[in-house]
């Protein structure tokens, strides 16, 4: 069964740190497209980041572009997103999300359990 | 970035209902529009992708229509599973971007 596990997430200070990480299993992450979306508490879904399946290219909401980079290893079916100069309103489940891809208008048809990122002093 | 605004913010339904959420979007988006259901706790899942077309498995009680800016979810004879909170996505323009959420719960 297709599956994405995402790892890393943690309490950190603000303008701290942290590398979440996103596991496939039972399917090749090589073949998607895939992006990072973050939920605060009670609140709603806010997009984060695109990587195409090479890699090459890359989106970011303007509330996190310069701070987070994504990234992926197709060798190891995982994606990567590296958080710096984190700030409290950081604070959210962090999903990674499987992309349908253009053809099917970028829909985002799996999901992972999510990762909480605390962001506080 | 595209704003997307969802009506109403929540709504009240009793079991058998027909109910409709719209959602537009602040520039023009085409058929790019995606809608999602989660529930308390859980992750999102997809409803409706391309505007209007069914994601397998979804009941065809769920159905979409739309393109450009305007778009609506309806859901025709509301079941008890059917309360949670439904968000709707634009993915025309590079910055993707989801609508507030509407949040349908029993009457």
């Known amino acids: 069964e297709a599956e994405l596990v995402e790892s890393g997430g943690g309490l950190a200070q603000p303008g701290g740190s942290l590398r979440l990480s996103c596991a496939a299993t039972?399917?090749?992450?090589?073949?998607?497209?895939m992006n990072w979306v973050r939920q605060a508490p009670g609140k709603g879904l806010e997009w984060v980041s695109y990587?195409?399946?090479?890699?090459?290219?890359?989106y970011y909401a303007d509330s996190v572009k310069g701070r987070f980079t994504i990234s992926r290893d197709n060798a190891k079916n995982s994606m990567y997103l590296e958080m710096s100069s984190l700030r409290v309103e950081d604070t959210a489940v962090y999903y990674c999300?499987?992309?349908?891809?253009?053809?099917?208008?970028?829909?985002?048809?799996?999901w992972g359990q999510g990762t909480m990122v605390t962001v506080s002093s | 970035d595209i704003q997307m605004t969802q009506s109403p913010s929540s709504l009240s339904a009793s079991v058998g209902d027909t109910v409709t959420i719209t959602c537009r979007a602040g520039q023009y988006i085409n058929n790019y529009l995606n809608w999602y259901q989660q529930k308390p706790g859980k992750v999102p899942k997809l409803l409706i992708f391309a505007a209007s077309s069914l994601q397998s498995g979804v009941p065809s009680r769920f159905s979409g229509s739309g393109s450009g800016t305007d778009f609506s979810l309806t859901i025709t004879n509301l079941q008890p599973e059917d309360f949670a909170t439904y968000f709707c996505?634009?993915?025309?323009?590079?910055?993707?971007?989801f609508g507030q959420g509407t949040k349908l719960e029993i009457k």
């Open positions: 996505q634009q993915t025309y323009h590079t910055q993707y971007s």
């Open positions: 990587i195409t399946t090479s890699g090459r290219t890359t």
């Open positions: 999300a499987k992309d349908r891809g253009q053809l099917e208008r970028h829909a985002f048809d799996l």
């Open positions: 039972g399917f090749s992450l090589r073949s998607y497209e």
